[in-house]
């Protein structure tokens, strides 16, 4: 779309804000509004300037001035269905001064991703397909003080209410209790009319989807939207998510994407289904190979699995993301790939023909910014058949069984690979990768903002985690 068809179009739907967007390296939205009267199409060529210096890792006060360029060509633009005011969202990437992309733009390192993955003749085009998981809760408190480290959360769907007495309503019983969520009817599913509402905003602003579902924990959900290509899928995640807590929100309500918000039930996942195409062929299509999977994608899992503990300090971006990569949990993290087989970290689903065989890794979650977790995946799959890379011994061939059940002696006598037990030894990972000059990671990512993200890291999310005492560590330790 044209500059001049975009206003056009926002005249004719009597537009009169335009919200310009943006993702930081953690994956917030943020965004700033124009009255329309002071948007042109000089707006579309020049940008719009703002200061880089008040998003967090980007830029030094003194180096503060930055641009925002709309981007019309994916045509992601959407109206937002919350505001007051009729207004248009832009989706936007962020450059310098000198109108180059910007190192630490996450949006633009996904970018970049697509232009090496053509340069490298591999394909020329990546479809993504993320499935994320959310919780809808009634309350949250969160306490954190020097004497006092508390959360609670509150579902009316909490196995916790079984014996509730409410002040105006009855306590009806019908809960699906802790791992009992997937599939049951209303009312033991209390969701159902939240879930439809949040699907027909989802097509408002313009997100095909499709199956719609209580997921398997109390108060949890899943909406699946139809894949796109890396930036594309990206852009989705985040309209996703806004509409998600957006309507839980205007219904009293609180949504969340967080892995891991309760303990022993299930967690928040983004299981990312993907596959790579080259002159209209689905490269990772096979007619003989295991379920009919390509030599091309078993390089491709190779490069996933081999660089694993780097990869996960992007897909599972946070310190409770570790918390959610437990046995019994259905968070699968061992390195093995199998058809149909939800505990391999790598599953080929049930598919029939060319145009369904694809890769999902099962170990991702929300808490990572979807163009860098994307990106990076993408990054060290073409890694793996760019070097003609096998997938390790242990799991070179697909692993049938249900891996939940192995105990760890087992995992390590079978020398099976997992990924990284913390978010701290992920980010090890990438400090090695930013001393490697062959990195898979810099062939879109510059020096500077693998440093800033390993720092942003320790700074935001592991050194404050790791220096606050946790109340289990009252019950264990207090008397000793």
Same mark, same amino acid.
């Given at each position: 779309? $044209?500059? =001049? ?52 890792? #980007? ?27 009729? $207004? ?8 310098? $001064? ?49 004497? =006092? ?10 196995? #916790? ?7 105006? +309503? ?84 609180? +949504? ?51 660089? +694993? ?21 259905? =968070? ?42 994307? $990106?990076?995946? *993408? ?19 697909? *692993? ?81």
């Amino acid at each position: 779309m $044209t500059p =001049a068809e975009f206003l056009a179009e926002c005249k004719e739907r009597e537009i009169e804000f335009i919200d310009f967007r943006f993702t930081d390296i953690k994956g917030t939205w943020h965004h700033v509004t124009y009255d329309i009267d002071s948007v042109d199409e000089d707006t579309f060529k020049n940008g719009l300037p703002f200061d880089g210096s008040s998003i967090p890792a #980007w830029q030094p006060i003194n180096e503060s001035d930055m641009i925002l360029m709309p981007d019309l060509e994916i045509g992601t633009h959407f109206e937002d269905p919350f505001t007051a005011d009729p $207004t248009m969202v832009v989706f936007c990437d962020v450059l310098d $001064t000198n109108y180059n992309p910007y190192h630490k733009c996450p949006r633009s390192i996904a970018k970049k991703a697509l232009q090496y993955l053509s340069e490298a003749g591999v394909g020329d085009v990546a479809y993504f397909g993320p499935e994320n998981e959310f919780f809808v809760f009634e309350n949250v408190v969160i306490t954190d003080k020097i004497n =006092a480290q508390a959360y609670e959360v509150e579902s009316s769907e909490g196995a #916790w209410n079984s014996d509730t007495h409410y002040e105006d +309503a009855y306590n009806t019983g019908h809960r699906p209790g802790t791992k009992g969520g997937y599939f049951p009817v209303a009312p033991v599913d209390s969701m159902v009319d939240l879930r439809a509402e949040m699907v027909q905003v989802l097509k408002e602003v313009g997100l095909k989807t499709f199956v719609v579902h209580h997921e398997v924990a109390q108060g949890q959900g899943e909406i699946g939207v139809r894949f796109g290509t890396l930036v594309e899928a990206a852009d989705n995640v985040q309209k996703l998510k806004y509409v998600i807590k957006m309507v839980a929100h205007l219904n009293g309500k609180t +949504a969340t994407f967080m892995p891991k918000p309760l303990f022993g039930d299930n967690g928040n996942g983004m299981h990312v289904h993907q596959s790579i195409w080259k002159d209209g062929k689905n490269t990772f299509y096979d007619a003989n190979g295991y379920a009919g999977l390509s030599d091309i994608a078993k390089k491709y899992i190779a490069g996933v699995f081999a660089h +694993a503990d780097a990869v996960a300090a992007f897909t599972n971006a946070s310190m409770n993301s570790y918390k959610r990569l437990q046995p019994g949990f259905e =968070a699968p993290n061992i390195l093995a790939y199998s058809a149909k087989n939800r505990s391999a970290c790598c599953r080929i689903p049930f598919g029939s023909g060319e145009k369904a065989v694809r890769t999902e890794f099962r170990f991702p979650d929300s808490s990572s910014n979807p163009y860098l977790a994307f $990106t990076v995946m *993408l990054l060290a799959g073409l890694d793996g058949i760019k070097n003609n890379l096998e997938i390790y011994e242990a799991a070179r061939e697909p *692993l049938n069984e249900d891996l939940f059940e192995l105990s760890l002696d087992e995992i390590k006598e079978r020398g099976i690979r997992t990924l990284p037990a913390t978010l701290r030894e992920a980010i090890y990972a990438v400090e090695k990768e930013l001393d490697n000059p062959n990195s898979f990671l810099k062939a879109v990512m510059s020096d500077d903002f693998i440093k800033t993200y390993i720092d942003y890291k320790y700074e935001t999310e592991i050194q404050p985690i790791e220096g606050r005492p946790h109340p289990y560590e009252f019950m264990t330790t207090y008397s000793c």
